[in-house]
């Protein structure tokens, strides 16, 4: 039985993925930049491999990030100031801004200035999937 990864592991890699997707890179290309394989690349995405310390400062440059955009809005282990550890954004918002969809939806909807015609597809697409069945998240 395998171990599940750690969900800092999980979130740093799905960012280091949304990222890769936004410039338009391969696995393999990212892979080349760092001198691996793509199939560890897809390790540290999945968070199925934790990324060492060198390695998350050189894949950030690599991306044109700071390092912490990969930790942003992540799990975190430190309680805040009413005892509770700060609340990451639902899954499902990594999940869906990791896929190729997902980001060009995304992108295209943001250049959207019509505050009335961003509402219409909200309720539009909100319609759609009332129709698809309940919300399973």
């Known amino acids: ?3 599940a990864p750690n969900p800092v592991d999980k979130y740093v890699g799905s960012r280091v993925r949304m ?3 936004m410039l338009g890179m391969s696995q393999e290309k990212l892979g ?3 001198g691996l394989t793509f ?3 897809q390790k540290y995405e999945k968070g199925t491999n934790r990324v060492g310390a060198s390695r998350i400062q050189q894949i950030a440059e ?3 990030v700071p390092v912490s955009f990969l930790f942003e809005g992540g799990p975190s282990g430190m309680a805040g100031p009413d005892g509770f550890a700060e609340g990451a954004s639902p899954s499902y918002v990594s999940d869906f801004l990791a896929t190729s969809e997902g980001l060009a939806l995304t992108k295209a909807f943001t250049r959207i200035t019509d ?5 219409s597809i909200v309720d539009l697409v909100e319609q759609i999937a009332a129709r698809e069945g ?3 998240r």
């Open 39 to 41: 199939q560890q690349v």
């Open 62 to 64: 690599i991306l044109q």
């Open 19 to 21: 990222r890769r997707i």
């Open 32 to 34: 080349e930049a760092l």
């Open 1 to 3: 039985m395998s171990k």
């Open 115 to 119: 505050s009335k015609l961003r509402r």
């Open 134 to 136: 309940p919300d399973k």
